[in-house]
């Protein structure tokens, strides 16, 4: 809508089966991307670049494995995926226990803090993460925050910053 919801127009109807697209973000008139709750154990994104008209699968090995519940969309374009766990989250070589970040179509940004860092995935960027339940973004700065379940009982809200290894195991 582009009157304050007196009149819609259909931007998106969803062709894959087995997809919930429940993130969907533009920014700007033209580009936007749809993010799906997983599908077969990996994230669904899709791309447009027309307003909407036509949408683009981004291709899977550009997607990481993910969890239920578990991504988000800066204005920036960006995807920010979060992926708990409780034994690998130390682990600089894998997706466990860090936020991912993408940009829209699949590619790392050169500015995650792990790029170019042997050893590493370079969409990482964050470490040390336990079992986040919710991400948000602040509507002033654009932070991510992230909120996770403690052990016995020691919940905590995070603000992520990039590189930071929070903590856990």
């Not at 669904?44 to 494995?65: C, F, H, K, Q, Y």
């Not at 519940?69 to 894998?94: N, P």
């Amino acid at each position: 809508t582009t009157d304050g919801g007196k009149t819609w127009v259909l931007q998106f109807k969803n062709a894959e089966p087995k997809a919930f697209f429940d993130d969907i973000a533009f920014w700007d008139e033209q580009h936007g991307i749809a993010f799906s709750d997983p599908v077969d154990g990996r994230f669904l994104l899709i791309v447009t670049d027309d307003g909407g008209a036509n949408w683009t699968r981004l291709p899977e090995d550009s997607r990481p494995a993910a969890l239920p519940k578990e991504g988000s969309f800066a204005a920036s374009g960006t995807c920010l995926v979060t992926r708990g766990d409780k034994e690998r989250a130390q682990q600089i070589d894998d997706h466990a226990g860090s936020v991912i970040r993408l940009h829209d179509d699949g590619r790392v940004p050169d500015d995650n803090p792990f790029v170019n860092r042997p050893g590493t995935r370079p969409e990482k960027f964050t470490l040390g993460d336990r079992n986040m339940q919710g991400a948000a973004l602040h509507p002033q700065t654009g932070e991510l925050w992230t909120h996770e379940h403690g052990p016995q009982g020691g919940n905590e809200v995070n603000v992520m910053r990039a590189g930071r290894n929070y903590g856990w195991p």
